[in-house]
């Protein structure tokens, strides 16, 4: 799974080498050092290391979801335009919102559910929630969030940055439904 989430990392280094705004390179390297970090976390065995990782996934999916929500909406050469508007939204804490996922473009209706409940399922174990607080069963089974995490991650970044050879070979070993539809389509 590690070897995994070194791939991603160099994917995701390699994107911000080539993207045109200094605010899509900073998201895209900010991702890469949240996930360097879980590597770490990935094997101290302790309770809340588990949470830790969760803060990590929750974190990079937002930078992933608001990446996807700008471009979006402004053209590429826009960069003062989504500078003002996330400096905007930073003041008004709402630097992610759950609309950025929810209404985000190009992603059909049923995935957009699907991310959803795999985001808040992260979530739930970084806020005081029933599961983190009442639930028996206190430990994530960090590989399968990962997983989950992941096939949204890179179903994400292929709807940013178009079809791409190793990002579809790792959904391709590990199953990720999701983006495994986005990269076979990509390539028949
Ligand atoms: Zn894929």
């Not at 495994?180 to 028949?188: E, P, T, V």
């Amino acid at each position: 799974m590690i070897t995994t989430v070194d791939r991603v990392i160099t994917i995701l280094q390699e994107i911000s080498n080539k993207v045109s705004t200094r605010y899509e390179k900073m998201a895209l390297i900010r991702m890469s050092s949240l996930l360097t970090s879980l590597k770490r976390c990935y094997y101290c065995n302790n309770e809340s290391s588990s949470n830790i990782i969760a803060f990590l996934l929750k974190l990079c999916l937002e930078i992933m979801f608001q990446l996807k929500y700008f471009k979006d909406k402004y053209d590429k050469d826009l960069e003062d335009n989504f500078i003002r508007e996330l400096s905007k939204r930073s003041r008004k804490g709402s630097s992610f919102s759950i609309r950025m996922l929810t209404e985000s473009k190009g992603i059909p209706g049923k995935y957009k559910k699907d991310f959803l409940k795999i985001y808040l399922k992260i979530c739930s174990y970084v806020h005081p929630s029933y599961e983190f607080l009442l639930s028996e069963q206190q430990k994530i089974n960090v590989d399968n969030l990962l997983l989950e995490f992941l096939d949204v991650l890179l179903y994400v970044l292929l709807t940013c940055y178009g079809p791409e050879g190793r990002t579809c070979d790792i959904c391709r070993e590990h199953g990720l439904k999701h983006c495994l539809r986005k990269c076979s389509r990509a390539i028949s």
